[in-house]
């Protein structure tokens, strides 16, 4: 059974630093790209980026990509998403999804407010 | 990057209607679009592929059609579990959703 199960949200204050991590197992997780979606409350759905298996090409949203990091770890089977300079646009629903998005973790909120 | 324009917004059926919703994206996406459903406090569900390939699971009453920048997601036969959001994902370039269309009960 595939699983994706995302941590690392909570409370963050405007301007910080968060790092969520995606563990996935079920599959072979270096086989497939791997990419972050986000949701404001009551919004709709915001492609974040991606990455491929071994790291050699990772895409972002324009208007993320100075903000938002994408990485793995195929040896933990993890997906990472580093979050800089915060506010509170960015708070919202972050869920992780394998390949053309058809698996999808539970997600994990991420509130950033002082 | 490519936009998606999803309509209507909002959505009012009663049991039993057809329903359809369309996006319309800001370039030729050679049919790849998914279809997602998401209820309320749930990860999206994807429910159609490649513009009309049900994912397994997927009840016959929901369809895809499509070409060029058109396409259309449909539900023949609303039932109450069909109640939910729902979004179009264009992945023949840097992936984007639709807004997101609301079918509520009538």
């Known amino acids: 059974e595939v699983k994706l199960v995302e941590s690392g949200g909570g409370l963050v204050q405007p301007g910080r630093s968060l790092k969520l991590s995606c563990a996935a197992s079920?599959?072979?997780?270096?086989?497939?790209?791997m990419g972050w979606v986000r949701q404001a409350p009551g919004k709709g759905l915001e492609w974040i980026g991606e990455?491929?298996?071994?790291?050699?090409?990772?895409n972002y949203t324009p208007s993320l990509k100075d903000k938002f990091t994408i990485s793995r770890d195929n040896a933990q089977n993890t997906l990472y998403l580093q979050m800089s300079k915060l506010g509170s646009e960015d708070t919202a629903i972050y869920y992780c999804?394998?390949?053309?998005?058809?698996?999808w973790g539970q997600g994990v909120m991420v509130t950033v407010s002082s | 990057d490519i936009q998606m324009t999803q309509s209507p917004p909002s959505l009012s059926a009663s049991l039993g209607d057809k329903v359809t919703i369309t996006c319309q994206a800001s370039?030729?996406?050679?049919?790849?679009i998914a279809w997602y459903q998401q209820k309320p406090g749930k990860a999206p569900r994807q429910l159609i592929r490649?513009?009309?390939t049900l994912v397994s699971g997927t009840p016959s009453r929901f369809s895809g059609s499509g070409s060029g920048r058109d396409y259309s997601f449909s539900i023949s036969n609303v039932e109450s579990e069909d109640i939910a959001s729902y979004y179009c994902?264009?992945?023949?370039?840097?992936?984007?959703f639709g807004g997101g269309t609301k079918l509520e009960l009538k």
């Open positions: 999804a394998r390949g053309r998005y058809l698996y």
């Open positions: 079920g599959f072979s997780f270096n086989d497939y790209w």
């Open positions: 990455i491929n298996q071994d790291s050699s090409t990772i």
């Open positions: 370039q030729n996406i050679n049919k790849y």
């Open positions: 490649y513009t009309s």
């Open positions: 994902l264009q992945y023949d370039n840097l992936p984007t």
